[in-house]
């Protein structure tokens, strides 16, 4: 039986352990690419470099896809980057219009009630009925 939990306690030690010691082993640097303004953070892995997927689609101008097991980048054609670069911001207004922004305080409000109702009811240990 002390043999069970001493080695119980060592597989133990082991699982907590292996995953700070490969945190540990992580090295973190910037990726840049030339002509493009963003940054994205790589990740050195085992002697392998990593960059998240959504930071290089966004440097890039890119978009991304989700499909069954699938992650689909799609890099816009020099002719688009071009045209990205030349065009442009455009003028109009950016941001929620004001139904829009007002729908989402109202709903925020409702919330924050719900919250303090829901609150007081476990505070005082009212049973949740209907």
Known sequence: MPQNALRTSLML????????LLLMAQQT???????LQGEARVIQLQGKDYVEVG???RI???????AENRIVLTLPTSAETSSHAVQPLPSSP??????????GIEAMSQILEWHAALKSAIERGYPAVG
Do not use: E
């Open 29 to 35: 640097s910037f990726f840049l690419i030339d002509g």
């Open 55 to 57: 930071a290089l689609a």
């Open 60 to 66: 890039t101008r890119g978009s991304l896809r989700f």
């Open 94 to 103: 950016v941001g929620y219009s004001r139904p829009s922004l007002g729908a």
């Open 13 to 20: 030690i082991v699982i907590l352990f292996v995953p700070l």
